[in-house]
């Protein structure tokens, strides 16, 4: 290992990783360096203990539109050997009776999940992501595909639209209140429900079908 660096990073989460490739393509010589035994921080994958030869995710696990980044397609990942799966079931929630609540690819057979829960929740599925697919569009892709914005001239440019204005709007509620003013009742409530001691978790994040408790 050579004993002088141009730069050195702390940390080996996928943000390090990308920097130190594009430092390395500019022909720096960078070292990144992890307090963590395995690099990779939260995207890192590791053998499940309890279910040896399942390989997943200890954190992030769900990574839609990844392949789009442009930091992806300019390191060449797949050239390189990547290749990233999608499956068509992205995340269920497994609830203690075996139902499941399931996020597709497909949003329809999304929509048809959230339905056998609530019927009111579908509706109310179906009407966000109608209202927030053009957000998305033409807001959230082309930002997270640009250098980032300062937040006061990110909050002036989006006050100049409607669709920023709303964007701007809906950011700004809690989770908590989100769920009481937008309609997806029935689910939260049985989320609470159902989760030990009847409290809401700190960290909501469904889990990957394989991480079921036993
Ligand atoms: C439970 C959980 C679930 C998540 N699920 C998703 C998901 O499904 N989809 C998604 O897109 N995002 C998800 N995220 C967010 C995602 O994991 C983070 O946004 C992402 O990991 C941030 O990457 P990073 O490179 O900035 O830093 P990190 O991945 O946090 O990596 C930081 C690294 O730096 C190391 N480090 C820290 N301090 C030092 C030090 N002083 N010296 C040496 N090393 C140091 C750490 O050990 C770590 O390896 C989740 C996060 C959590 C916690």
Known sequence: MPDEYDGIILGTGHNSLVLQAYMARSGLRVLAVDRAPAPGGGLATIENPRVPGFRHNTHSFFHRALTSMPWYRDLEL????????????NVALIFR????LEWWTNFEKTAESFGE?????????????EEFRPIVERILIPEAQ?????????????GRSRLGRRLLEVAALSPDYARSTCGLGDLAILFRRSWPGGTWPKCAWAVPPTWRRP
């Open 78 to 89: 797949e050239r390189h050997g990547a290749r990233y799966i999608e499956p068509e079931l």
């Open 97 to 100: 009776d075996g139902r499941s």
């Open 117 to 129: 829960f609530s019927q009111r929740d579908a509706a109310t599925l179906r009407r966000w992501v």
């Open 146 to 158: 640009s250098p980032p914005l300062p937040p006061e001239q990110r909050q002036e440019l989006l």
